[in-house]
Protein backbone atom coordinates (compact mmCIF):
# COMPACT_ATOMS: atom_id res chain seq x y z
CA UNK A 1 0.00 0.00 0.00
CA UNK A 2 0.78 3.52 -0.37
CA UNK A 3 1.70 4.04 3.51
CA UNK A 4 4.36 0.96 3.44
CA UNK A 5 6.21 2.57 0.09
CA UNK A 6 10.11 2.01 0.60
CA UNK A 7 9.30 0.49 3.92
CA UNK A 8 10.76 -3.06 4.86
CA UNK A 9 8.11 -5.79 5.87
CA UNK A 10 9.29 -5.79 9.70
CA UNK A 11 7.78 -2.59 10.23
CA UNK A 12 4.64 -1.97 12.26
CA UNK A 13 2.99 1.33 12.10
CA UNK A 14 0.37 2.92 14.49
CA UNK A 15 -1.59 5.94 13.66
CA UNK A 16 -1.07 8.24 16.97
CA UNK A 17 -2.81 11.07 17.25
CA UNK A 18 -1.62 14.58 18.26
CA UNK A 19 -2.98 16.89 20.98
CA UNK A 20 -3.60 19.42 18.03
CA UNK A 21 -5.89 17.36 16.53
CA UNK A 22 -3.82 16.36 13.56
CA UNK A 23 -2.64 12.64 13.58
CA UNK A 24 0.45 10.63 12.04
CA UNK A 25 1.87 7.48 11.41
CA UNK A 26 4.71 6.40 13.19
CA UNK A 27 6.76 3.52 12.33
CA UNK A 28 8.59 0.99 14.40
CA UNK A 29 10.40 -2.36 14.28
CA UNK A 30 8.90 -5.44 15.36
CA UNK A 31 10.87 -8.01 17.47
CA UNK A 32 8.15 -10.65 16.35
CA UNK A 33 5.70 -12.84 18.39
CA UNK A 34 4.59 -9.96 21.14
CA UNK A 35 2.48 -11.51 24.31
CA UNK A 36 0.00 -9.78 25.88
CA UNK A 37 -0.63 -10.65 29.41
CA UNK A 38 -4.45 -10.80 30.71
CA UNK A 39 -4.10 -9.71 33.99
CA UNK A 40 -7.98 -9.22 35.60
CA UNK A 41 -7.33 -9.66 39.20
CA UNK A 42 -6.54 -6.87 41.47
CA UNK A 43 -5.89 -7.55 45.55
CA UNK A 44 -7.58 -4.69 47.48
CA UNK A 45 -7.06 -6.13 50.88
CA UNK A 46 -8.80 -6.48 54.04
CA UNK A 47 -9.76 -8.94 56.58
CA UNK A 48 -12.98 -10.79 57.77
CA UNK A 49 -13.67 -12.22 61.30
CA UNK A 50 -16.73 -14.35 62.09
CA UNK A 51 -17.95 -15.73 65.10
CA UNK A 52 -20.40 -17.91 66.51
CA UNK A 53 -23.00 -18.29 69.46
CA UNK A 54 -25.73 -19.63 70.84
CA UNK A 55 -28.25 -17.69 69.89
CA UNK A 56 -26.33 -15.15 67.99
CA UNK A 57 -23.75 -14.70 64.95
CA UNK A 58 -20.75 -12.19 65.15
CA UNK A 59 -19.88 -10.84 61.31
CA UNK A 60 -16.72 -7.95 61.51
CA UNK A 61 -14.91 -6.07 58.53
CA UNK A 62 -12.59 -3.90 57.84
CA UNK A 63 -13.37 -0.88 55.68
CA UNK A 64 -10.38 -0.21 53.62
CA UNK A 65 -9.83 -0.79 50.53
CA UNK A 66 -6.33 -0.53 48.76
CA UNK A 67 -4.53 -1.76 45.95
CA UNK A 68 -0.90 -2.23 45.61
CA UNK A 69 0.63 0.31 48.43
CA UNK A 70 -2.21 3.18 47.88
CA UNK A 71 -5.55 3.46 50.05
CA UNK A 72 -8.26 3.67 47.70
CA UNK A 73 -11.01 3.93 50.42
CA UNK A 74 -11.10 4.11 54.10
CA UNK A 75 -14.81 3.69 54.15
CA UNK A 76 -16.20 0.52 52.20
CA UNK A 77 -17.80 -1.62 53.91
CA UNK A 78 -17.15 -5.56 53.39
CA UNK A 79 -20.06 -6.29 54.62
CA UNK A 80 -23.45 -7.54 52.84
CA UNK A 81 -26.95 -8.84 53.77
CA UNK A 82 -27.79 -11.52 51.60
CA UNK A 83 -30.75 -13.26 53.25
CA UNK A 84 -33.39 -12.16 55.99
CA UNK A 85 -30.53 -13.47 58.83
CA UNK A 86 -27.34 -13.94 56.90
CA UNK A 87 -24.36 -11.69 56.24
CA UNK A 88 -22.08 -12.71 53.92
CA UNK A 89 -18.36 -10.73 54.58
CA UNK A 90 -16.04 -11.43 51.55
CA UNK A 91 -12.64 -9.65 51.20
CA UNK A 92 -9.81 -10.16 48.28
CA UNK A 93 -11.04 -8.34 44.54
CA UNK A 94 -14.22 -5.77 45.33
CA UNK A 95 -15.45 -6.06 41.64
CA UNK A 96 -15.88 -9.80 42.13
CA UNK A 97 -17.27 -9.60 45.90
CA UNK A 98 -19.51 -7.18 44.58
CA UNK A 99 -20.93 -8.73 41.37
CA UNK A 100 -21.03 -12.30 43.34
CA UNK A 101 -23.10 -10.56 46.37
CA UNK A 102 -25.12 -9.06 43.16
CA UNK A 103 -25.99 -12.33 42.04
CA UNK A 104 -26.20 -13.84 45.19
CA UNK A 105 -29.09 -11.21 46.19
CA UNK A 106 -31.15 -11.20 43.01
CA UNK A 107 -30.99 -14.74 42.94
CA UNK A 108 -32.59 -14.97 46.69
CA UNK A 109 -35.26 -11.94 45.59
CA UNK A 110 -35.86 -14.47 42.86
CA UNK A 111 -36.20 -17.13 45.22
CA UNK A 112 -38.70 -15.20 47.63
CA UNK A 113 -41.31 -14.69 44.47
CA UNK A 114 -41.08 -18.26 43.42
CA UNK A 115 -41.52 -19.36 47.09
CA UNK A 116 -42.83 -16.68 49.29
CA UNK A 117 -40.31 -17.25 51.79
CA UNK A 118 -36.49 -16.26 53.01
CA UNK A 119 -33.82 -18.71 52.30
CA UNK A 120 -32.55 -19.96 55.25
CA UNK A 121 -28.48 -20.17 55.95
CA UNK A 122 -27.96 -23.33 54.84
CA UNK A 123 -29.54 -22.95 51.67
CA UNK A 124 -27.80 -19.93 51.03
CA UNK A 125 -24.69 -21.80 52.26
CA UNK A 126 -24.85 -24.06 49.41
CA UNK A 127 -26.01 -21.59 47.45
CA UNK A 128 -23.00 -19.82 47.30
CA UNK A 129 -20.96 -22.40 46.99
CA UNK A 130 -22.75 -23.72 43.70
CA UNK A 131 -22.09 -19.39 42.57
CA UNK A 132 -18.31 -19.95 43.18
CA UNK A 133 -17.83 -23.24 41.91
CA UNK A 134 -19.57 -22.06 38.67
CA UNK A 135 -16.43 -20.27 38.04
CA UNK A 136 -14.44 -22.77 38.38
CA UNK A 137 -12.21 -21.70 35.63
CA UNK A 138 -11.90 -18.06 35.91
CA UNK A 139 -12.92 -17.66 39.59
CA UNK A 140 -14.28 -14.86 41.83
CA UNK A 141 -11.87 -13.99 43.76
CA UNK A 142 -13.02 -13.69 46.79
CA UNK A 143 -12.45 -15.01 50.53
CA UNK A 144 -16.30 -15.30 51.61
CA UNK A 145 -17.07 -15.89 55.32
CA UNK A 146 -21.51 -16.49 55.07
CA UNK A 147 -22.93 -15.98 58.71
CA UNK A 148 -26.26 -16.23 60.50
CA UNK A 149 -28.77 -18.42 62.24
CA UNK A 150 -29.46 -21.75 61.54
CA UNK A 151 -33.45 -23.16 61.49
CA UNK A 152 -32.29 -24.09 65.01
CA UNK A 153 -31.38 -20.09 65.95
CA UNK A 154 -28.16 -20.96 66.88
CA UNK A 155 -25.13 -18.90 65.29
CA UNK A 156 -23.83 -20.72 62.01
CA UNK A 157 -20.64 -19.57 60.59
CA UNK A 158 -19.58 -20.97 56.89
CA UNK A 159 -15.92 -20.85 55.74
CA UNK A 160 -14.94 -20.74 51.81
CA UNK A 161 -12.20 -20.83 49.51
CA UNK A 162 -12.08 -18.85 46.20
CA UNK A 163 -13.60 -22.08 44.27
CA UNK A 164 -16.68 -22.88 46.71
CA UNK A 165 -15.42 -25.41 48.86
CA UNK A 166 -17.42 -24.87 52.41
CA UNK A 167 -17.64 -26.06 55.60
CA UNK A 168 -19.47 -24.95 58.86
CA UNK A 169 -16.80 -23.89 61.72
CA UNK A 170 -17.08 -22.32 65.21
CA UNK A 171 -15.27 -19.02 64.04
CA UNK A 172 -13.45 -17.70 61.14
CA UNK A 173 -11.27 -14.88 59.45
CA UNK A 174 -10.12 -14.58 56.14
CA UNK A 175 -8.32 -11.96 53.88
CA UNK A 176 -4.82 -10.23 54.41
CA UNK A 177 -4.74 -10.63 58.03
CA UNK A 178 -6.12 -14.07 58.81
CA UNK A 179 -3.01 -15.12 59.80
CA UNK A 180 -2.68 -12.91 62.80
CA UNK A 181 -6.53 -13.25 63.84
CA UNK A 182 -6.70 -17.22 63.67
CA UNK A 183 -3.93 -18.04 66.05
CA UNK A 184 -5.38 -14.95 68.66
CA UNK A 185 -8.85 -16.62 68.63
CA UNK A 186 -7.94 -20.03 68.47
CA UNK A 187 -6.23 -19.40 72.26
CA UNK A 188 -8.80 -16.55 73.64
CA UNK A 189 -12.08 -17.64 72.38
CA UNK A 190 -11.66 -21.76 71.88
CA UNK A 191 -9.21 -21.79 74.42
CA UNK A 192 -6.48 -23.70 72.99
CA UNK A 193 -3.52 -25.69 74.75
CA UNK A 194 -4.78 -24.26 77.64
CA UNK A 195 -6.90 -25.75 80.35
CA UNK A 196 -8.41 -22.87 82.16
CA UNK A 197 -12.25 -22.30 82.25
CA UNK A 198 -13.92 -20.88 79.60
CA UNK A 199 -16.40 -18.26 80.00
CA UNK A 200 -19.74 -18.57 78.07
CA UNK A 201 -19.35 -16.48 74.85
CA UNK A 202 -22.12 -13.78 74.65
CA UNK A 203 -22.63 -11.49 72.19
CA UNK A 204 -20.72 -8.29 74.14
CA UNK A 205 -17.38 -10.86 74.35
CA UNK A 206 -17.54 -11.49 70.64
CA UNK A 207 -17.39 -7.50 70.09
CA UNK A 208 -14.68 -6.98 72.48
CA UNK A 209 -13.00 -10.13 70.65
CA UNK A 210 -13.15 -8.61 67.48
CA UNK A 211 -11.83 -5.15 68.17
CA UNK A 212 -9.24 -6.72 70.00
CA UNK A 213 -8.14 -9.05 66.82
CA UNK A 214 -8.71 -6.06 64.65
CA UNK A 215 -6.55 -3.83 66.55
CA UNK A 216 -3.65 -6.44 66.52
CA UNK A 217 -4.20 -7.20 62.92
CA UNK A 218 -4.12 -3.51 61.85
CA UNK A 219 -0.51 -3.60 63.47
CA UNK A 220 0.82 -5.99 61.30
CA UNK A 221 -0.90 -5.94 58.38
CA UNK A 222 -0.85 -2.87 55.91
CA UNK A 223 -3.86 -3.34 54.25
CA UNK A 224 -5.94 -3.60 57.50
CA UNK A 225 -7.02 -0.24 59.20
CA UNK A 226 -9.25 2.44 58.98
CA UNK A 227 -11.96 1.20 61.03
CA UNK A 228 -14.14 -2.20 61.48
CA UNK A 229 -17.51 -2.32 61.18
CA UNK A 230 -18.75 -5.31 63.22
CA UNK A 231 -22.46 -6.87 62.43
CA UNK A 232 -24.50 -8.68 65.55
CA UNK A 233 -27.20 -11.07 64.10
CA UNK A 234 -29.91 -12.13 66.28
CA UNK A 235 -33.10 -13.68 65.41
CA UNK A 236 -34.73 -9.86 66.68
CA UNK A 237 -32.34 -8.04 63.71
CA UNK A 238 -29.03 -6.84 62.88
CA UNK A 239 -26.99 -4.32 64.90
CA UNK A 240 -24.14 -2.75 63.39
CA UNK A 241 -21.18 -0.40 64.84
CA UNK A 242 -18.50 1.03 63.13
CA UNK A 243 -15.25 1.08 65.46
CA UNK A 244 -12.36 3.50 64.32
CA UNK A 245 -8.88 1.50 63.82
CA UNK A 246 -5.04 3.05 63.18
CA UNK A 247 -5.09 5.00 59.81
CA UNK A 248 -1.24 4.50 58.82
CA UNK B 1 31.70 -18.19 37.22
CA UNK B 2 32.05 -14.85 35.00
CA UNK B 3 33.08 -12.11 36.67
CA UNK B 4 31.18 -9.19 34.58
CA UNK B 5 32.98 -6.42 36.77
CA UNK B 6 36.15 -5.38 36.72
CA UNK B 7 37.68 -4.23 40.38
CA UNK B 8 39.13 -0.58 40.35
CA UNK B 9 42.87 -0.97 41.69
CA UNK B 10 43.22 -0.67 45.62
CA UNK B 11 39.37 -0.34 46.36
CA UNK B 12 40.11 -3.17 49.02
CA UNK B 13 38.20 -1.44 51.49
CA UNK B 14 34.78 -0.99 49.59
CA UNK B 15 34.51 -4.92 49.29
CA UNK B 16 31.68 -6.81 51.41
CA UNK B 17 34.35 -9.33 53.77
CA UNK B 18 32.70 -12.92 54.69
CA UNK B 19 34.96 -15.09 56.66
CA UNK B 20 34.06 -17.80 54.79
CA UNK B 21 33.84 -16.60 51.49
CA UNK B 22 31.37 -16.79 48.75
CA UNK B 23 28.83 -19.34 49.68
CA UNK B 24 28.35 -18.29 53.48
CA UNK B 25 25.18 -18.09 54.88
CA UNK B 26 23.75 -16.67 51.37
CA UNK B 27 20.51 -18.73 51.62
CA UNK B 28 18.53 -15.51 51.59
CA UNK B 29 20.19 -13.50 49.05
CA UNK B 30 20.82 -13.93 45.67
CA UNK B 31 24.33 -13.37 45.16
CA UNK B 32 27.28 -12.90 47.19
CA UNK B 33 30.55 -10.80 46.76
CA UNK B 34 34.06 -12.60 46.21
CA UNK B 35 36.63 -11.85 48.66
CA UNK B 36 40.06 -10.73 48.13
CA UNK B 37 42.39 -14.33 47.03
CA UNK B 38 39.57 -16.23 46.07
CA UNK B 39 39.43 -18.27 42.86
CA UNK B 40 37.96 -16.13 40.45
CA UNK B 41 38.08 -13.13 42.40
CA UNK B 42 37.92 -9.73 40.48
CA UNK B 43 35.28 -8.28 42.65
CA UNK B 44 32.03 -7.38 41.73
CA UNK B 45 29.22 -10.07 42.25
CA UNK B 46 29.20 -13.55 42.03
CA UNK B 47 25.65 -15.18 40.26
CA UNK B 48 26.28 -18.99 40.92
CA UNK B 49 24.14 -19.24 44.09
CA UNK B 50 20.82 -17.90 41.87
CA UNK B 51 20.78 -21.09 39.98
CA UNK B 52 20.88 -23.27 43.22
CA UNK B 53 17.83 -20.58 44.79
CA UNK B 54 15.99 -21.16 41.78
CA UNK B 55 16.30 -25.15 42.19
CA UNK B 56 15.40 -24.74 45.77
CA UNK B 57 12.66 -22.55 45.29
CA UNK B 58 10.67 -25.47 42.77
CA UNK B 59 11.24 -27.73 45.23
CA UNK B 60 9.61 -26.12 48.04
CA UNK B 61 5.65 -27.50 48.92
CA UNK B 62 3.05 -25.92 46.92
CA UNK B 63 2.26 -22.29 48.62
CA UNK B 64 5.60 -21.75 50.78
CA UNK B 65 7.83 -19.08 49.35
CA UNK B 66 11.68 -18.29 50.19
CA UNK B 67 11.47 -15.43 52.79
CA UNK B 68 12.17 -11.63 51.23
CA UNK B 69 14.46 -9.53 52.20
CA UNK B 70 13.29 -7.23 54.56
CA UNK B 71 12.43 -4.09 52.63
CA UNK B 72 11.53 -0.57 54.85
CA UNK B 73 8.79 0.63 52.29
CA UNK B 74 9.45 4.47 53.53
CA UNK B 75 8.88 7.52 53.26
CA UNK B 76 11.94 9.45 53.77
CA UNK B 77 12.61 13.24 52.80
CA UNK B 78 14.82 16.43 53.86
CA UNK B 79 14.63 20.42 52.82
CA UNK B 80 17.08 22.92 52.89
CA UNK B 81 16.84 26.16 55.03
CA UNK B 82 17.88 29.49 56.42
CA UNK B 83 20.29 27.86 58.88
CA UNK B 84 20.77 24.00 57.69
CA UNK B 85 19.10 21.37 57.37
CA UNK B 86 16.17 19.54 58.28
CA UNK B 87 15.85 15.17 57.37
CA UNK B 88 12.65 13.18 58.16
CA UNK B 89 11.80 9.61 58.38
CA UNK B 90 9.01 7.15 59.11
CA UNK B 91 9.72 4.24 61.05
CA UNK B 92 7.83 1.20 59.19
CA UNK B 93 9.83 -2.05 57.80
CA UNK B 94 7.82 -4.38 55.94
CA UNK B 95 8.92 -7.38 54.92
CA UNK B 96 5.83 -7.98 51.70
CA UNK B 97 2.56 -7.13 53.32
CA UNK B 98 3.72 -7.80 57.00
CA UNK B 99 5.05 -5.16 59.06
CA UNK B 100 8.54 -6.54 60.55
CA UNK B 101 9.83 -3.50 62.61
CA UNK B 102 6.99 -0.51 63.77
CA UNK B 103 9.91 1.57 64.95
CA UNK B 104 12.79 1.16 63.16
CA UNK B 105 15.69 3.98 62.76
CA UNK B 106 16.25 5.52 59.13
CA UNK B 107 17.96 7.88 59.56
CA UNK B 108 21.61 7.16 59.85
CA UNK B 109 24.75 8.57 61.34
CA UNK B 110 27.58 9.43 58.82
CA UNK B 111 29.46 12.13 60.62
CA UNK B 112 29.06 14.37 62.81
CA UNK B 113 27.65 17.06 60.63
CA UNK B 114 25.96 14.63 58.02
CA UNK B 115 23.10 12.32 58.43
CA UNK B 116 21.86 10.05 55.87
CA UNK B 117 18.27 8.79 55.20
CA UNK B 118 17.45 4.97 53.96
CA UNK B 119 14.58 3.49 51.73
CA UNK B 120 14.99 0.37 49.84
CA UNK B 121 16.42 -3.17 51.56
CA UNK B 122 17.04 -2.38 55.11
CA UNK B 123 20.27 -4.32 55.23
CA UNK B 124 21.61 -2.49 51.99
CA UNK B 125 20.66 0.87 53.52
CA UNK B 126 22.68 -0.16 56.65
CA UNK B 127 25.33 -1.35 56.16
CA UNK B 128 25.94 0.86 53.39
CA UNK B 129 25.83 3.82 55.40
CA UNK B 130 27.55 2.10 58.47
CA UNK B 131 30.84 1.94 55.31
CA UNK B 132 30.72 5.02 54.27
CA UNK B 133 30.35 6.30 57.68
CA UNK B 134 33.66 4.44 58.77
CA UNK B 135 35.34 5.42 55.89
CA UNK B 136 34.41 9.32 56.56
CA UNK B 137 36.01 8.93 59.76
CA UNK B 138 39.08 7.46 58.73
CA UNK B 139 39.69 10.42 56.10
CA UNK B 140 38.68 12.67 58.95
CA UNK B 141 41.57 11.07 60.79
CA UNK B 142 43.75 11.29 57.77
CA UNK B 143 43.57 14.37 56.79
CA UNK B 144 42.35 16.33 60.06
CA UNK B 145 38.93 18.44 58.98
CA UNK B 146 35.22 18.15 58.70
CA UNK B 147 34.10 15.67 56.03
CA UNK B 148 32.84 17.45 53.33
CA UNK B 149 28.93 16.58 52.24
CA UNK B 150 30.29 16.01 48.95
CA UNK B 151 32.92 13.74 50.13
CA UNK B 152 30.17 11.09 51.55
CA UNK B 153 27.62 11.55 48.33
CA UNK B 154 30.75 10.58 46.29
CA UNK B 155 31.94 7.47 47.91
CA UNK B 156 28.54 6.25 48.41
CA UNK B 157 27.66 6.97 44.62
CA UNK B 158 31.07 5.53 43.56
CA UNK B 159 29.85 2.22 45.48
CA UNK B 160 26.14 1.93 44.87
CA UNK B 161 27.07 2.40 40.70
CA UNK B 162 29.73 -0.53 40.90
CA UNK B 163 27.02 -2.46 42.24
CA UNK B 164 24.91 -1.17 39.16
CA UNK B 165 21.79 -1.20 41.89
CA UNK B 166 21.36 -4.70 43.32
CA UNK B 167 22.88 -2.61 46.54
CA UNK B 168 19.17 -1.61 47.00
CA UNK B 169 19.62 1.87 48.36
CA UNK B 170 17.92 4.68 47.74
CA UNK B 171 19.17 7.55 50.23
CA UNK B 172 18.03 11.34 50.89
CA UNK B 173 21.86 12.78 52.07
CA UNK B 174 21.67 15.98 54.43
CA UNK B 175 24.45 17.87 56.07
CA UNK B 176 26.38 20.85 56.65
CA UNK B 177 30.05 22.04 55.78
CA UNK B 178 32.23 24.56 55.13
CA UNK B 179 30.44 25.32 51.62
CA UNK B 180 27.05 25.56 53.54
CA UNK B 181 24.03 23.44 54.15
CA UNK B 182 23.77 20.59 50.74
CA UNK B 183 21.08 17.87 50.49
CA UNK B 184 21.19 15.18 48.01
CA UNK B 185 19.27 12.62 47.19
CA UNK B 186 21.28 9.41 45.74
CA UNK B 187 19.17 6.37 44.01
CA UNK B 188 20.51 2.75 44.04
CA UNK B 189 21.83 2.94 40.56
CA UNK B 190 24.61 5.04 41.65
CA UNK B 191 22.77 8.81 40.33
CA UNK B 192 22.30 11.79 42.25
CA UNK B 193 20.53 15.00 42.57
CA UNK B 194 21.23 17.76 44.68
CA UNK B 195 18.51 19.80 45.53
CA UNK B 196 16.72 21.66 48.10
CA UNK B 197 13.92 19.60 48.72
CA UNK B 198 14.13 15.34 48.08
CA UNK B 199 11.97 12.72 49.17
CA UNK B 200 12.32 8.87 48.44
CA UNK B 201 10.86 6.00 49.37
CA UNK B 202 7.30 4.40 48.51
CA UNK B 203 5.55 7.04 50.04
CA UNK B 204 7.63 9.87 48.23
CA UNK B 205 5.15 10.90 45.96
CA UNK B 206 2.87 11.95 49.02
CA UNK B 207 5.47 13.40 50.65
CA UNK B 208 6.40 15.60 47.48
CA UNK B 209 2.85 16.50 47.23
CA UNK B 210 3.23 18.61 50.37
CA UNK B 211 6.52 19.48 49.98
CA UNK B 212 5.04 20.74 46.52
CA UNK B 213 2.44 22.82 48.35
CA UNK B 214 4.52 24.21 51.14
CA UNK B 215 8.08 24.68 49.98
CA UNK B 216 9.77 28.37 50.08
CA UNK B 217 12.97 29.19 50.24
CA UNK B 218 14.70 30.35 53.03
CA UNK B 219 12.19 28.79 56.23
CA UNK B 220 13.22 29.14 59.35
CA UNK B 221 13.24 26.24 61.82
CA UNK B 222 10.32 25.63 63.21
CA UNK B 223 8.63 25.77 59.81
CA UNK B 224 11.13 23.86 58.18
CA UNK B 225 10.13 20.90 60.80
CA UNK B 226 6.71 21.46 60.48
CA UNK B 227 6.92 21.45 56.70
CA UNK B 228 9.50 17.72 56.93
CA UNK B 229 6.31 16.54 59.42
CA UNK B 230 4.20 16.93 57.10
CA UNK B 231 5.76 15.52 54.56
CA UNK B 232 6.37 12.24 56.57
CA UNK B 233 2.84 12.34 57.60
CA UNK B 234 1.68 12.33 54.27
CA UNK B 235 3.78 9.11 53.74
CA UNK B 236 2.79 7.55 56.91
CA UNK B 237 -1.09 7.85 56.32
CA UNK B 238 -1.71 7.27 52.47
CA UNK B 239 1.51 4.83 51.66
CA UNK B 240 0.66 1.23 52.86
CA UNK B 241 4.54 0.60 53.11
CA UNK B 242 5.08 3.68 55.50
CA UNK B 243 3.69 4.02 58.88
CA UNK B 244 3.99 4.57 62.35
CA UNK B 245 6.21 7.51 64.03
CA UNK B 246 8.03 10.09 62.52
CA UNK B 247 11.77 10.96 63.14
CA UNK B 248 13.52 14.11 62.60
CA UNK B 249 17.35 15.40 62.66
CA UNK B 250 18.37 18.64 62.26
CA UNK B 251 21.49 19.64 61.25
CA UNK B 252 22.29 23.61 61.60
CA UNK B 253 25.38 25.38 59.66
CA UNK B 254 26.19 27.79 62.77
CA UNK B 255 27.24 24.47 64.86
CA UNK B 256 27.98 22.08 62.33
CA UNK B 257 26.41 18.96 64.83
CA UNK B 258 23.16 17.56 64.49
CA UNK B 259 20.33 17.40 66.63
CA UNK B 260 18.53 13.83 66.50
CA UNK B 261 14.72 13.74 67.66
CA UNK B 262 14.07 9.98 67.30
CA UNK B 263 10.19 9.85 67.76
CA UNK B 264 9.83 13.18 67.00
CA UNK B 265 5.94 12.59 66.69
CA UNK B 266 4.02 9.33 67.40
CA UNK B 267 0.64 9.72 66.38
CA UNK B 268 -0.07 6.12 65.92
CA UNK B 269 0.36 4.87 69.86
CA UNK B 270 -2.03 1.99 69.98
CA UNK B 271 -1.64 2.29 73.46
CA UNK B 272 -4.51 5.20 73.05
CA UNK B 273 -6.47 2.62 70.43
CA UNK B 274 -6.49 0.03 72.94
CA UNK B 275 -8.11 2.57 75.69
CA UNK B 276 -11.17 2.76 73.78
CA UNK B 277 -12.86 -0.66 74.32
CA UNK B 278 -12.89 -3.28 77.40
CA UNK B 279 -9.71 -6.08 76.45
CA UNK B 280 -11.17 -9.32 76.73
CA UNK B 281 -10.14 -10.92 80.09
CA UNK B 282 -8.74 -14.64 78.43
CA UNK B 283 -5.87 -12.70 77.06
CA UNK B 284 -4.34 -13.14 80.17
CA UNK B 285 -3.80 -16.88 81.20
CA UNK B 286 -4.48 -17.19 84.70
CA UNK B 287 -1.38 -19.44 86.28
CA UNK B 288 -1.96 -23.03 85.61
CA UNK B 289 -3.78 -22.52 82.67
CA UNK B 290 -0.77 -24.13 80.55
CA UNK B 291 -1.02 -27.80 81.46
CA UNK B 292 2.70 -29.45 82.61
CA UNK B 293 2.95 -32.61 81.20
CA UNK B 294 6.38 -33.37 82.37
CA UNK B 295 8.98 -31.69 84.85
CA UNK B 296 12.55 -32.69 84.97
CA UNK B 297 15.04 -30.72 87.23
CA UNK B 298 18.55 -30.77 86.77
CA UNK B 299 21.15 -29.04 89.71
CA UNK B 300 24.32 -27.53 88.32
CA UNK B 301 26.93 -27.72 91.01
CA UNK B 302 27.66 -24.28 90.76
CA UNK B 303 31.04 -22.56 92.37
CA UNK B 304 31.75 -18.66 92.30
CA UNK B 305 34.88 -18.27 90.35
CA UNK B 306 37.75 -17.15 92.18
CA UNK B 307 39.79 -14.56 90.25
Known sequence: ????????????????????????????????????????????????????????????????????YSILSRKVSKLHKVGERTMLAAAGCQTDVVALVNTLQTRHRMYVHQTGKGMTTTALAQMLSNTLYYKRFFPYYAFNVLAGLDADGKGAVYSYDAIGSF???????????????????????????????????????????????????????IHTGDAVEIAVVTKDGITTETFQLKQD | GEQP???????????????????????????TVAGPGEEGSGGGFSFELCARNAKLAATLPQGSRLPAAMKTGTTICGVVYKDGVVLGADTR??????????????????????????????????????????????????????SRVVAAVTLLKRMLFRYQGHVSAALVLGGVDVAGAHLYQIYPQGSTGKLPYVTMGSGS???????????????????????????????????????SNCDITIIRSATGLAEERRNFRTPNDVGQLRALYARPASLVPPPGATAILETQVEIFDAQPMDL
Open chain 1, 1 to 68: SRARRGRSRKEMSTIVRRCDGGAERVWQASGGPTEHKFDPYDFNGGTTLAISGEDFVMVAADTRMSSG
Open chain 1, 167 to 221: QRVPFSASGSGQSYVIPLLDNILCHKNRQDPQPPLTPQLAVEFAKEAFVSAGERD
Open chain 2, 5 to 31: FSEPPGDDRSRARSPSGSSSGAWRGMA
Open chain 2, 93 to 146: ATGGSEVADKNCAKIHYLAPNIYCCGAGTAADTEQTTALISSQLELLRLSTGTQ
Open chain 2, 205 to 243: LAAMSVFETGYRDDMDEADAVDLVKDAIFGGIFNDLGSG
